[in-house]
């Protein structure tokens, strides 16, 4: 029997409306609500990963970086947007907090718990990934979802891409890498 995970990939404040707005954004949550929904109701695993820097973090602009200051631990613009319903047993993955990190993949559960352990754990066959941006934090968990050995599907109506001129490129990986795009 296949066992599903749903991954919601950064469905954060600065990455819809803040400092880091993703195009299209806004477009992506009412897809995005609609598979939590259905995951939730399958009883399968939810996991929401959440970019969680510190103040003076390494990939923002000020300290050498290239992107503007975003999802700072803590903050109003690192929460995920209250727009999305976190399910109660769902469990919440932190990247980014040392090093720059685009996969959930390179975040952890709880005190030290990577997501492929995780999944492992519950025998997790089927990795379904959705969320922003598709041309960076989505395109790196699907493809380590991938190399990780699950099958991966990312929905394309609940993500949108940083720079819409990417999408093509990445269509063209996830085809080369068995990666479903539905």
């Not at 409306?17 to 299209?24: E, F, I, K, M, N």
């Not at 959440?50 to 700072?72: K, R």
């Not at 001129?165 to 990445?170: L, T």
Request: contains cysteine; negative net charge.
């Amino acid at each position: 029997m296949t066992k599903k995970a749903l991954i919601v990939v950064d469905m954060q404040n600065d990455f819809i409306t803040g400092s880091l707005a993703v195009p299209g954004a806004e477009r992506v949550i009412n897809p995005v609500r609609h598979c939590i929904d259905v995951f939730e109701r399958a009883g399968d695993i939810i996991c929401f990963s959440m970019d969680w820097h510190t103040p003076d973090h390494s990939s923002f602009l000020p300290y050498g970086g290239q992107w503007p200051i975003h999802c700072v631990n803590g903050t109003v613009g690192a929460a995920i947007t209250d727009r999305v319903s976190i399910p109660p047993k769902s469990k919440l993955i932190l990247k980014g907090q040392q090093s720059e990190a685009y996969s959930a993949f390179q975040g952890v559960i709880g005190a030290n718990l990577d997501l492929a352990s995780f999944l492992s754990l519950f025998e997790v066959t089927e990795v379904h990934v959705v969320g922003l941006a598709l041309d960076f934090c989505v395109k790196a968990t699907a493809l380590d979802a991938a190399t990780n050995g699950f099958k991966t599907i990312v929905y394309r109506d609940a993500t949108a891409a940083v720079f819409p001129d990417n999408v093509a490129e990445v269509e063209k990986t996830f085809a080369e890498e068995g990666i479903l795009l539905i």
